[in-house]
T-cell receptor
Framework: SQELEQSPQSLIVQEGKNLTINCTSSKTLYGLYWYKQKYGEGLIFLMMLQKGGEEKSHEKITAKLDEKKQQSSLHITASQPSHAGIYLCGADVGSSNTGKLIFGQGTTLQVKP | GAVVSQHPSWVICKSGTSVKIECRSL??????MFWYRQFPKQSLMLMATSNEGSKATYEQGVEKDKFLINHASLTLSTLTVTSAHPEDSSFYICSASLGFEYEQYFGPGTRLTVT
């Protein structure tokens, strides 16, 4: 079965520092999603990547999907306390778009002011 | 963006009772809704997929007789946890989309505690 591995599991950074979160799959990713979750709350959609080599940015967050479509990274530039939360990567299951998502275990980010 | 609500946001019930959780798409018609469960400090696990007007499809290991899902309209899906037990205590999150090929919008979640 397909699994998503996120690293690191947790991260503490000083405000203003850059950071990267990785999401790796053993199989080709068909639709890779990044979400942010605050503990005990729902998911906030950040970005979706589908094509190998694709890169998207929104404000200070950039997500990339590698050419082989097996690894994605989420990069935050000049982190702020508002970036704190749990970041989850999710991916479509299988090669056909079923809409079913599997998720990585999440990366907990703390930003120290 | 599209808004999905859940009700209640939290609920405490006694063991053996049933609890119903509602998931509503507020500003779009959701052909497909998904139900996830999240245990503390763990990721989301897909429980079932429901399409409006048809029976839900459950993931392996999820008891369909225990977790009853109804998707009677394009804006409402319900999850009923029947004969709840303490091990059913979890955070339940729904998502809604226009269809399989569209982005999923997540609800805020419902925290269920069974005593």
């Amino acid at each position: 079965s397909q699994e998503l591995e996120q690293s690191p599991q947790s991260l503490i950074v000083q405000e203003g520092k850059n950071l990267t979160i990785n999401c790796t799959s053993s199989k080709t990713l068909y639709g890779l999603y990044w979400y942010k979750q605050k503990y005990g709350e729902g998911l906030i959609f950040l970005m979706m990547l589908q094509k190998g080599g694709e890169e998207k940015s929104h404000e200070k967050i950039t997500a990339k999907l590698d050419e082989k479509k097996q690894q994605s990274s989420l990069h935050i530039t000049a982190s702020q306390p508002s970036h704190a939360g749990i970041y989850l990567c999710g991916a479509d299951v299988g090669s056909s778009n079923t809409g079913k998502l599997i998720f990585g275990q999440g990366t907990t980010l703390q930003v120290k002011p | 963006g599209a808004v999905v609500s859940q009700h209640p946001s939290w609920v405490i019930c006694k063991s053996g009772t049933s609890v119903k959780i509602e998931c509503r798409s507020l500003d779009f018609q959701a052909t497909t809704m998904f139900w996830y469960r999240q245990f503390p400090k763990q990721s989301l696990m897909l429980m079932a997929t429901s399409n409006e007007g048809s029976k839900a499809t459950y993931e392996q290991g999820v008891e369909k007789d225990k977790f009853l899902i109804n998707h009677a309209s394009l804006t409402l899906s319900t999850l009923t946890v029947t004969s709840a037990h303490p091990e059913d205590s979890s955070f339940y999150i729904c998502s809604a989309s226009l269809g399989f090929e569209y982005e999923q919008y997540f609800g805020p979640g419902t925290r269920l505690t069974v005593t």
